[in-house]
């Protein structure tokens, strides 16, 4: 498998809407598994396509300890969430190092295709119900700074473009 680049906030891609998949193949199953291998790596407990440049509503997750439980979700959509929210401290691969609070609602139900194509229902709360909604975001082109006030999404901004400027000059 292929570790594939994650792009780094604030980079304009990050916004491209994911398009729905139109069939689960063998192409398919590459990205997610190319998805994953990327995701344990670096390491983390979620990846949109959208964060590896690949414009497909497309998601995997592993919130497990030994990191062994790999969920996949294709054309994912919350399909009801509670009006109880619930504030985490959320981090992101396109966002590294940097870490904030992010209410969101406390428990979704997320309705997506698995890597074989069949239909499924999760109902989740805690760090899943996070996942997911960070996740999803990613493919409306969303990211989890976006949430925050613009004095700390121009600083995070910043930060990153010196230090992607201070990396390119290390080539």
Request: net charge negative; glycine share 4%; aromatic share 6%.
């Amino acid at each position: 498998m292929a570790l594939l680049n994650v792009l780094c906030y604030p980079d304009s891609r990050l916004h491209k809407v994911a398009k729905p998949v139109a069939q689960v193949d063998a192409r398919i199953k590459k990205i997610v598994a190319d998805m994953a291998d990327t995701m344990y790596e670096a390491p983390g407990v979620g990846l949109a396509a959208t964060q590896v440049d690949i414009h497909e509503r497309i998601v995997v997750i592993d919130i497990s300890e030994e990191q062994n439980e790999l969920r996949v979700f294709i054309n994912p959509e919350i399909i009801w969430s509670s009006p109880e929210k619930k504030a985490w401290r959320e981090g992101c691969l396109s966002v590294p190092e940097f870490y904030d609070e992010v209410e969101r609602p406390a428990q979704v139900r997320v309705r997506a295709l698995d890597v074989d194509g069949k239909e499924f229902e999760v109902d989740a709360d805690g760090l899943l119900a996070v996942c997911l909604q960070h996740e999803l975001d990613h493919l409306q082109g969303k990211v989890f700074v976006e949430y925050l006030s613009i004095l700390k999404r121009t600083r995070i901004s910043q930060k990153l473009k010196k230090r992607a400027k201070e990396l390119a000059g290390e080539r």
